[in-house]
């Protein structure tokens, strides 16, 4: 399965319990474990990125513990902080500009080579077109795109178009009041 990057979610109480937990030793022990402590051990899981993720939280978070120790051992590159409502909504911009820039190279190559005639037919730009046609066709003739039975998800593409409404729906139901935003990669 190899390395993924997720948000998730921890109460502002349970947080308060271990983010002073200044060892590693310490912090094992209030979790009743000898050698590690998953971070699924204190953080639910509320939504999977997938890998590579292409989005900068520079300036929207902050370390998860307090102590160096602790952040050494659980920050794989920065990435297990607490993050906040800016932080989500500039993924989501950040997505739509994909989207839209997407979206805007595909239409420029199909109207210039097929509708207007204004390059030669250029297989590199069809190629671009076929392409998305069967990524978005076979989703939804083979698999579908969303879910009506599990969970809170409504959707498990990966496909920024479909991100983009799974974050919004997070960005728009979570409990900012009693829980942290979490960001983190196992």
Known sequence: ???????GSISKRDYNKIKSIKSKEEFFTFFNEEDYVSVRDFVKEVYEFGKDCDFTKEGLSKPFFKSK???????YEGELCIVSK???AAIITDYTENVKNYY?????AFTKEVLN???????????KVNYHL?????EWLFLTPYDLENGEEITTSWKYEYIIFELVRI????????????????
């Open 117 to 127: 005639g204004e390059a030669p037919l250029n297989k590199e730009g069809l190629e």
């Open 86 to 88: 800016p932080f989500l």
């Open 69 to 75: 120790e602790l952040n050494t051992e659980y920050n």
């Open 134 to 138: 069967n990524s978005f066709s076979s």
């Open 1 to 7: 399965m190899g390395y993924r990057n997720y948000i």
């Open 104 to 108: 805007l190279d595909l239409k420029t």
């Open 171 to 186: 960005y728009k139901t979570f409990d900012w009041k009693k829980k942290h935003l979490v960001y983190y990669g196992l």
